[in-house]
DNA sequence: TACAATAGCTAATGTGATTAGCTTTTTCGG
DNA sequence: CCGAAAAAGCTAATCACATTAGCTATTGTA
């Protein structure tokens, strides 16, 4: 019996598991279960086996996370799209732990994919800063400064208690108005 | 015939196979291989299997790097103790690729241990920070923004490619300044 | 020196990925 | 509408590791 599923309805679907479980927990033979078919099977939609599907998730997530961001910002300028970028962010990643999981995986697959995926996501950030007056280069540095504050704030949101007295809602505000003030002081 | 290697001895080879592979390279094979032994004798010393010697290396990775950033602060203050701890951060990193990614696995296991073992890192960053005059809650914040960026730049910095015009180097201390700038601003 | 703990070994099992080769549906050009 | 041919399944078999069970040799010490 044919499902009638596409190449992306499984990562979707993929993609949904990982949330529920984790990045690891999405395996050929678990996929197979909840698509009801035999794990071999999912060759004939994804020849490079596991890798593959993997990669698939991962720039899915990218690009996902990328519409999001992009529609948070949507007539907005300055701090405020910065700002609203950022809650985006981390928005999406407290809604899509496993799937964020993947998509750190671009380490392991060809930089090309990723790129293109996430550039979308890397533009709306340079768009969001572009009415701060900064020189390409600062710009460069300063999307790369919120890049890793991003990446590095939600993996470790991700694993810490919500049991410390300094809440993580405050500390990503004064990491993000402390952020700002530096980049106020350039013009300077 | 025994190999007269201690625990400890082993979790050290271990790393190294990270390093020089990748953290997902450390099989008990690999390692039984590496220590001219059976993989099955392994459960001697890791009675909890993979799993354990993995937190194993994790802990492992964060001792050492809290040495290392540890000694790059000595007799140092203000700017040059942040600065000089953050290059030691992303040094250590560079330099230990494959063991970084296995400390990244904190997530997977206990806080209890990883917060034990990486405490000694945030005390110095902390110590690193007394210096300016910032309340106890608004240096939790601190201490959280400049991991979450140190994290998230490390995990970016060994993904990308180099060729970019405008080097990760100068992005590194852009964004250090820029943070440094905003911690000033808090003060007025 | 005897003996308990230690650290190794072989054989066997289990899980999941992957491959090979066969079968049933669809799809589509004629 | 008919018959390839492609697409999407399936079963059986293999492989890589992790892990378990049970046996043996080494060691350090009472």
Known sequence: MRTGLSREDIIKIAAEMADEKSAAGVTFKALAVRLGI????????????????????????WRLMD???????????????????????????????????????????????????????VGVICRALS???LTEEQKVHTVRMIRAFLQGFSTIEVNIGKDHPVTLDDSFDFALKTMLGGIADIQR
Chains 1, 2 share one sequence.
């Open 131 to 133: 009415s701060y007056g």
């Open 38 to 61: 035999k794990s071999p099977s999912l060759y004939k939609h994804f020849s490079g086996g596991l890798d593959e599907l993997n990669r698939e998730i991962m720039l899915y997530g």
């Open 67 to 121: 519409g999001e961001i992009t529609q948070a910002v949507i007539g907005k300028e300055k701090d405020d799209a910065f700002i609203d970028l950022c809650y985006a962010y981390r928005k999406f990643v407290s809604r899509h732990q496993g799937l964020y999981e993947a998509m750190q995986w671009y380490n392991m697959y060809d930089s090309e994919e990723h790129l293109r995926a996430s550039e979308g996501a």
